[in-house]
């Protein structure tokens, strides 16, 4: 169940390396806006690659006088620093506890991490990032390709119905996702640069590249991946004369 009126979310992913290294990370989410709630860090402890204009995103609309630093780089300042010397294809058990369900997987650092990255991207407050918001509140860890493209049609289609519910207009033929996905693309290689600057090792850098991936094979393999979806609505078809 949804809290009712204001509340706050929390998710927790734990990181549990073969050697005995274990790393934790709380996500605490307002509801219902899904934005982080987290201390406000001193100036002085912000890093130089976390400003908006260190390898800006083409495609931000952020007003440089009234955001100095990036929302999305910022949110991952603490993760990144500690990732920064760990290799993407080392191995790590994780557990992933919402108020719904614990999640435990063991898989490689850049999956892993690419999950928890995901959630502070759609809750950093990123104004083109921040459409995945309804998509953190029902956090799938470690999805696969076909089950984020199911989510994410799901989510946009239900960003529609409510649009036309208050008078919009609706797009149902998705023409807007692919773009929306196009957006992503290009923030997402923004942060790669902002990474390479930052990263001795390579599971911060392929954790967004993963992450890439997905938003590339949407829009490229949009129309193929929803004809594999289409045989699952079949009683449906049926059931309308189709």
Not at 2 to 22: A, C, E, L, M, N
Not at 72 to 100: G, M, P, R, T
Not at 225 to 236: D, G, H, T
């Amino acid at each position: 169940m949804s809290p009712k009126g204001k509340g706050v979310i929390q998710y927790t992913y734990q990181f549990v390396f073969k050697d005995g290294r274990s790393y934790n990370f709380t996500l605490n989410l307002s509801y219902p806006e899904l934005q982080q709630i987290k201390p406000a860090r001193a100036e002085s402890e912000k890093s130089e690659w976390t400003k908006l204009e260190f390898q800006r995103c083409k495609n931000c609309t952020l007003d440089a006088k009234a955001h100095k630093y990036c929302p999305a780089a910022e949110s991952l300042q603490e993760i990144l620093e500690i990732f920064k010397d760990i290799l993407s294809i080392e191995e790590v058990e994780v557990v992933v506890k919402s108020q719904e369900r614990t999640t435990t997987k063991t898989l490689a650092v850049q999956r892993a991490l690419g999950s928890l990255i995901g959630m502070y991207f759609a809750t950093s407050g990123c104004p083109v990032l921040n459409k995945f918001a309804p998509l953190a509140r029902f956090h799938l860890p470690f999805a696969t390709m076909e089950e984020t493209i199911y989510r994410s049609v799901g989510n946009y289609l239900l960003a529609q119905y409510f649009i036309a519910k208050e008078g919009g207009k609706p797009d149902w033929e998705l023409k807007g996702l692919k773009e929306f996905y196009k957006e992503v693309e290009k923030v997402n290689k923004s942060l790669c640069w902002r990474l390479g600057a930052l990263s001795k090792k390579d599971a911060n850098l392929n954790a967004v590249v993963t992450l890439d991936v997905f938003a590339k094979n949407l829009t490229e393999l949009f129309d193929r991946s929803m004809e594999e979806i289409k045989p699952l609505f079949n009683v449906y078809l049926k059931s309308s004369g189709l």
